[in-house]
């Protein structure tokens, strides 16, 4: 086994998931037991300069330059970030590897009946003949992004064991709770000290990425009114069935199971209520920027309409913004696109620059100041029980990043 698949396999195992509900930053404190494993690997392999915040959980660490003409070079760093989505389990990842991957259905877990079909997952095909990382189908597997971490972790330790590389100032960073939206917020800059960087934690090997959404999280309340239902005739006003009647006036096509590429979409992604009181959480995402400020604007139009039909403020709308699309931050330096490009060719994949349908650190990054364009890493169908990775696929990341140093 490869030292990024040992890796990989090892970091799955261990419990991360951020959590939207304790306000904390740390989401979670069972972070610090990757962090602080990451800190303890990093020494072990050479990198001298290594810290970890033991308020928020960041990991940083850097490798100098190796020889005097790669020292005024721009200093390159590399993210990936420890926390795993909170929308599937984590706990207890039993990862197993399908070797030689015939092409047929995959059964997970043989006596819960949990099987990962190629009809509904028709990319499997692509991964005819190569290894398949997959779990046990009772939780996600952790590729988002353990496959970042364990892929930096390798190139940094190839890169120390391996000084005829000659190599210019090298930043590596692991956040946390980047899948709650929060893996910038104690982001430290001058810590990390780099003037580019790449984050880790894309999908499908070859993807780069630069462009991704705008994006804003809403939160609709509608209040109701609770009378006795044997005496509830032109009195009640059930909540529940406000906030179904404002969800039916967002537009129905325009939700994430029914767009791709650059299309947008409104989110709705919880649901709680009772008959005096229902609330919505949605997320809104579109490229363009004018797009997405008009979807904001359709939220409070709905909630106006309702309001409206209703003669009093039953529905009320709060709308945040979480992150913007980085394409403006990474053109002024293109030839980070370009490095990404023909290092990928140097390791004999085919490169894809696509849209992100989401948003990564690199995003709010950019935006501090830090441009930062995204890259792959072989994971697939990330936040659920279908998660995998395909084991050659992070093994070409590895040399990709090598590429890039």
Known sequence: MT??????????????????????SPSTAKQFNLAR????????????????????????????ANCDSMKETAKLGFIAH????????DEGVKPSIIENYDGKDICLNESEHIVMSVADYPELLDYVGKSLIVTDGTTLLGADDKAGVSE???????????????????RIAFTPDEEIGCGTDYFDLDAFDADYAYTVDGGALGEIEYENFNAASAKVSVRGISVHPGDAKDKMVNSMLVAMEYNAMLPADEIPAKTSNYQGFYHLTDMKGSIEKTELSYIIRDHNREIFETRKSKMQDVAKAVNEKYGSDYVTVEIEDSYYNMKEKIEPHMHLIDDAV?????????????PIRGGTDGARLSFMGLPCPNLSTGGRNYHGRFEYSCVQDMEKMVEVLINLI
């Open 37 to 64: 494993l990451l800190v303890k690997e990093l020494k072990e392999i050479g990198v001298a300069d290594v810290k970890l915040d033991e308020e928020h959980c960041y990991v940083y660490a850097k490798i100098p």
């Open 82 to 89: 420890m926390d795993t989505s909170p929308e599937c389990s």
């Open 342 to 354: 023909h290092s990928m060719e140097e390791a004999g994949v085919t490169p894809k620059i696509v």
């Open 3 to 24: 030292d990024v698949i040992e890796r990989f396999i090892r970091y799955v195992q261990i419990d991360t998931q951020s959590s939207e509900e304790t306000g904390a």
């Open 152 to 170: 930096i972790m390798s190139m940094a330790k190839y890169v120390i064991e391996h000084p005829e590389i000659k190599h210019g100032e090298i």
